[in-house]
Nanobody, 124 residues
Framework: QVQLVESGGGLVQAGGSLRLSCAAS????????MGWFRQAPGKEREFVAG????????TYADSVKGRFTISRDNAKNTVYLQMNSLKPEDTAVYYC?????????????????WGQGTQVTVSS
């Protein structure tokens, strides 16, 4: 079992930056991928960014590409989401997730483990 705990959410002004962290604990190895998803009120849960644990290869949703950066710290079993140039449309609960297999996918159903979520609110 893998436990995921997100942190770093909060309120930020449009154009500002925020960094989310997701600390993983439990038995993990390099054959995992991790991702960030978000869900706004009344909206479907959507893929934001993903990363291969093994080599750090990244995948981004078009809506955040160029603004968000996902990274990981192997020693800390932590994945980060650096969010720059934030927009009000980025407001959502952000969830960290992990899946078996090195391939990053955009489907939430592929991810076995989930964090509790952290609220990100971007004001105009």
């Amino acid at each position: 079992q893998v436990q995921l705990v997100e942190s770093g959410g909060g309120l930020v002004q449009a154009g500002g930056s925020l960094r989310l962290s997701c600390a993983a604990s439990g038995r993990t190895d390099s054959n995992y991928a991790m991702g960030w998803f978000r869900q706004a009120p009344g909206k479907e849960r959507e893929f934001v960014a993903g990363i291969r644990w093994s080599d750090g290869s990244t995948t981004y949703a078009d809506s955040v590409k160029g603004r968000f950066t996902i990274s990981r710290d192997n020693a800390k079993n932590t994945v980060y989401l650096q969010m720059n140039s934030l927009k009000p449309e980025d407001t959502a609960v952000y969830y960290c997730a992990a899946k078996r297999g090195w391939r990053v996918t955009m489907s939430a159903s592929e991810y076995r483990y989930w964090g509790q979520g952290t609220q990100v609110t971007v004001s105009s």
